[in-house]
């Protein structure tokens, strides 16, 4: 409607907006669980709980069918799949997932693998090695990014 366009319309001068005020001006809107001044709830209780973010461990993640540029029998790590570009270097802890389909063997050196990312890289007659999760050596290095 158009609000503020003479006594005529029933809504001019103050344009249904009352008198002086913060809500009688323009661009006014407050913020969530705004309470006047008082001290709002979601401050005046306490905080509880406990955060694990700084002891979570994040993991590069590859899908088993972005393994097929490699050749078979190769002996795939984090390091070779960095060389080829198949992605960045987030954390140096690596994780393969199973979407996609692999038709060669090769031999995986991971920290972990999903069950049907190994039942596939299995099936085609590949071979897993689990390596250590080696936390020391990513907190030297500065790559953890678990904060």
């Given at each position: 409607?158009r ?5 005529g319309?029933g809504n001019?001068k103050t344009?249904?907006r009352?008198?002086?005020g913060?809500?009688?001006r ?5 913020r969530l669980?705004?309470?006047g001044?008082q001290?709002p ?7 509880r709980?406990?955060n694990n ?5 994040r993991f590069?993640?590859?899908?088993v ?9 190769t ?10 570009g198949?992605?960045s270097p987030?954390?140096p802890?690596?994780?393969v ?9 090769l031999t ?5 693998i999903?069950g049907?990312a190994?039942?596939k890289?299995?099936?085609a007659g590949?071979?897993i090695e ?14 953890s990014?678990?904060?």
């Open positions: 409607n609000v503020g366009r003479g006594p319309s001019g344009a249904g009352g008198f002086n913060q809500k009688s323009s661009g006014y809107k407050q669980g705004f309470e001044g001290m709830l979601y401050r005046r209780i306490p905080r709980g406990f973010a700084r002891f979570t461990v590069t993640i590859i899908n069918g972005d393994l097929n540029v490699f050749d078979a029998g002996v795939v790590d984090l390091e070779k799949i960095l060389e080829v198949l992605t987030e954390t802890w690596l994780k997932l199973g979407n996609g389909e692999i038709d060669r063997p995986i050196k991971t920290h972990k999903s049907s190994r039942a890289v299995e099936a590949g071979t689990i390596l250590p999760l080696d936390r020391a050596k990513a907190k030297k290095s500065g790559e990014k678990g904060e």
